[in-house]
């Protein structure tokens, strides 16, 4: 049996120990539709949570991830293939002082990694529809919806920085939020100042069954993609970035479609990678309560490295409410000319398979 049949049935006697009938416990774990997260930012709510006192409590998410994935090369190159694992712990603190004080520290421990590392930690204040937040956080510069273990390619504009981000709730409907920041990237030859920015706003509509948004960033370079790392993130003239997205539920059945785009041109990026953006549409269907399966289609242009067309399938099954089982299959197809593998082989297609195993608690 080779390696991609192992990585593929890694979780598949998991399955058969577990029986369809037994009812979850917790109804909020089954209302969340098998997923424990679709975004960034639920990531961070993940966990059931445990009070560890009357003002503080602890959350998180252990996660095994196996990827295997083979390449096709333009000239006829024996195809090569690749297979990895990784384990993860997300750990999460929330201390609420009050109603209107809570503050919450996020650590990701990953096996490949030494030590932890700090993802958000951020203290937020809330006073009737304004909320006022400080710290490490994730912006709120797209959504990055998905279903699938990988992530969308859109997510080169997710950004983590330290910021003072304000919002405001408009009758439970629109969020509305704008912050500033002190970004990685900067322009040549000017003094690092906090000059960066970003706005969002997102609404929901028919009984939450309808979520659109849009956000714009005002430097791409911010991103955790780091699009400028090999200019030592520093830049000509600033790049903002948009994204929009929306998300339709109806039934069993749900429908996701975004897009992230490069405002202009980055002048010292190659001219056929200067500009990158991507969209990404997903559909997913419930059978039950405790299945998920869903269909992926996304495009990419002058991204760098990345694939030009990927689309695939997935299936997750959720088991007593806090276990997550998912596997998945990608096909990618590269554009002529602008991918390559570590020995300078062009890569045209490219077929991934992954399972990944996750616990709350």
Known sequence: MNKKTVATLLFLPAFALA????PTTDKSASERRVQVYHTPREKRDAGLG??????????????????SFDNNFQNKITNSGQDNAVSAV????????????ESEIILDFQDNKTGAVLDEAFVELKSGHWGLSVGKQTLPFGNYYSHFITSPLLEFGETHATALLVGYNYNGVVDVSAFTYKGRARQSNVDERINDWAAAVEAKTLGDRVLIGASYLSDLADTDAQLLENFDNQYP????????YAVVRAGTAEVSLEIVRAARAFRALAPTADQPRAWN????????????????????????????????????????????MSVEAL??????????????NEVRRQTLFATQLSLEF
Request: net charge negative.
């Open 19 to 22: 029986d369809d009938e037994i």
């Open 50 to 67: 445990t009070n560890l006192t009357d003002w503080l409590s602890l959350s998180g998410l252990a996660k095994i991830e196996a990827t």
């Open 90 to 101: 997300q750990v999460g603190l929330k201390l609420e002082m009050s109603d209107q004080v």
């Open 237 to 244: 003239r600033r790049v903002g970035a948009w994204s929009a």
């Open 281 to 324: 549409l997903e559909i997913a269907y419930y059978p039950a309560e405790t299945w998920q399966v869903a269909a992926r289609i996304e495009r990419s242009a002058e991204l760098s490295n990345q694939p030009e067309r990927r689309y695939g399938i997935a299936a997750t099954w959720l088991a007593y409410g806090v276990v997550t």
């Open 331 to 344: 096909r990618s197809d590269f554009k002529p000319g602008f991918a390559f593998d570590n020995n300078g």
